[in-house]
């Protein structure tokens, strides 16, 4: 799967990504994610959900932060620039014709209509890539147990609803939360299986 | 426009202190506002406008930056808003060298875990706060994009392509 693609190749994948990605967020994604692992194979299914975990710790734009951790997996720092480019010219160049524009379309009803049609199907999109980068953490905490998978059934549900229920809850902290809860059971799971030394030896007891 | 320097720094520090594609809003507003640099309007409108360009919704600030202050408006946004996200790199090569210690696994795991159950509410949200409303059809949309999306031949620009035509067939009145 593992095709290696020329550097030319490599910039005109993401400039095709920089100017069909229409659609916001999810849909950027939703393609990115697909062009790299389904189509390119440049990462695992489980390598694409952890980039992505590591990304939210880093400022701006997650997309951006994506591109570049890409660009560098598949060629260096030339790819980094290749990826860039590719991805933000075009859409930023599009941007500034659609803000040239955008008086003159916005309330015309075709375009209102349009956009009521494609809203959910960008919601639908980006279900799919919520499910698609769940599955390799489900695989593997079922893998691991019964408590394990339960866990993490019950992270993404909380968060979920604490998501939900409390409007202007600062999301760094949902996502410390649940990645601290995470962590201590892991943290707990190894030293009991005893794959990882304790962090407090237990004192040697008498027999 | 003013001293571009300025500008740049106003952008470059929103982006730099924040993250997502919409979290340099508050700072920008906050900078822009009171120095009569920027209008509520033009806020309003850049950010549709990041919905509807290509690429990540971020580039609204672009969109911001060509309406306060044109063509050197927009470059110097497009550059505030791509700088920062290089910290990855940072964090990434941090990771690498503590990947393996339990903990930092575990971190990683539930840090995704909560990106997706918050994903999937904000999904949610985005649906029900519509301006226009949702009624069947818009869950059909949904299940039918969740469908095409599992056919690897289908260009995803294709479907939003045919999103909007549904769209304009459906709810034009």
Redesign the interface.
């Known amino acids: 799967m593992n095709r290696p693609l020329s550097r030319g190749r490599f910039f005109l994948v993401w400039l095709m990504l920089g100017i069909q990605s229409f659609g916001g967020g999810s849909v950027v994604l939703a393609m990115i994610r697909r062009a790299a692992v389904e189509q390119y194979g440049w990462l695992t299914e489980a390598q694409f959900t952890r980039d992505w975990a590591l990304i939210q710790v880093a400022p701006g734009i997650n997309l951006i932060a994506l591109t570049i951790l890409l660009g560098r997996r598949v060629a260096g720092k030339a790819g980094v620039f290749l990826a860039l480019a590719g991805l933000l010219l075009p859409s930023a160049l599009i941007t500034v014709l659609i803000t040239l524009l955008y008086s003159h379309f916005a309330e015309r009803p075709e375009v209102r209509a349009a956009l009521r049609g494609i809203l959910p199907v960008t919601v639908g999109l980006g279900l799919r890539t919520s499910w698609q980068m769940a599955l390799p953490l489900l695989r593997e905490s079922s893998r691991e147990g019964r408590v394990s998978f339960l866990l993490s059934i019950l992270l993404i549900a909380g968060c979920g609803a604490i998501a939900a229920l409390w409007g202007r809850l600062p999301v760094v902290l949902l996502l410390c939360g649940s990645g601290l809860i995470a962590a201590l059971y892991n943290l707990y799971r190894a030293i009991r299986t005893g794959s990882h030394p304790p962090l407090f030896p237990p004192s040697v007891k008498a027999e | 426009m003013i001293n571009p320097f300025l500008y740049f720094w106003i952008f470059l520090k929103a982006?730099?202190?924040?993250?997502?594609?919409t979290?340099?809003l508050p700072s920008l507003h906050a900078d822009l506002i009171p120095a009569h640099l920027a209008t509520e309007t033009q806020f309003a409108?850049?950010l549709?406008?990041?919905?509807?360009?290509?690429?990540?919704?971020?580039?609204?600030s672009?969109?911001l930056g060509?309406?306060t202050g044109g063509?050197t408006g927009?470059i110097l946004a497009?550059l505030a808003?791509?700088?920062?996200?290089?910290?990855?790199?940072a964090?990434?090569r941090l990771?690498r060298r503590i990947e393996s210690?339990?903990?930092?696994?575990?971190?990683?795991?539930?840090?995704?875990?909560?990106?997706?159950?918050?994903?999937?509410?904000?999904?949610?949200?985005?649906?029900i706060g519509?301006s226009?409303g949702?009624d069947y059809r818009?869950?059909l949309?949904?299940?039918?994009?969740?469908g095409?999306?599992?056919v690897?031949r289908i260009?995803?620009?294709v479907?939003?392509a045919v999103?909007?035509?549904?769209?304009?067939i459906?709810?034009?009145?």
């Open positions: 982006s730099l202190f924040s993250s997502g594609g979290g340099n409108e850049a549709t406008i990041g919905q509807l360009a290509p690429g990540p919704n971020g580039l609204w672009v969109s060509f309406l063509w927009a497009l808003v791509t700088l920062p996200p290089f910290f990855i790199l964090v990434e990771y210690h339990p903990a930092v696994e575990g971190f990683v795991r539930g840090l995704s875990l909560a990106i997706i159950g918050i994903s999937l509410v904000v999904m949610g949200k985005l649906l519509a226009e949702i818009s869950l949309l949904v299940l039918a994009a969740i095409a999306g599992a690897r260009p995803v620009f479907i939003i999103a909007g035509v549904i769209g304009v459906l709810y034009r009145n």
